[in-house]
Nanobody, 129 residues
Framework: HVQLVESGGGPVQSGGSLKLTCAGSAYILEQCGMGWFRQAPGKEREGVAA???????SYADPVKGRFTISKDNAKNTLYLQMNSLKAEDTAMYYC????????????????????????WGRGTQVTVS
């Protein structure tokens, strides 16, 4: 059974930084494609950043140059470093796993990329003011 648990969200001022963490079940980061997604009130869920089992990464245009996705396979942990935060980054952020690597990171951050994810965490709220 795959478990994903996000942490690190909270309130932050515009221009500030946060680092989100997603703790996964054993081997999940090593074997699966992983992604960060977010959903703001009244909006569709959208891809933010994704990384495959080989470490190839991709970012959605709104976060390029500001967010960095990374992982530590030994710790089964996925990270999202978020810098220069803006009010429009306010959302619930979710960690997700693509168990069979069905989708490339570049596709995962496109609209409907979330449909390929097999497992989801419960999310962590990020509020930028």
């Amino acid at each position: 059974h795959v478990q994903l648990v996000e942490s690190g969200g909270g309130p932050v001022q515009s221009g500030g930084s946060l680092k989100l963490t997603c703790a996964g079940s054993a081997y999940i980061l090593e074997q699966c494609g992983m992604g960060w997604f977010r959903q703001a009130p009244g909006k569709e869920r959208e891809g933010v950043a994704a990384i495959d089992s080989d470490g190839i990464v991709s970012y959605a245009d709104p976060v390029k140059g500001r967010f960095t996705i990374s992982k530590d396979n030994a710790k089964n942990t996925l990270y999202l470093q978020m810098n220069s935060l803006k009010a429009e980054d306010t959302a619930m952020y979710y960690c997700a796993a693509d168990q069979y690597g069905r989708i490339s990171p570049s596709s995962a951050v496109q609209p409907l990329g979330d449909r390929a994810m097999d497992y989801w965490g419960r999310g962590t709220q990020v509020t930028v003011s």
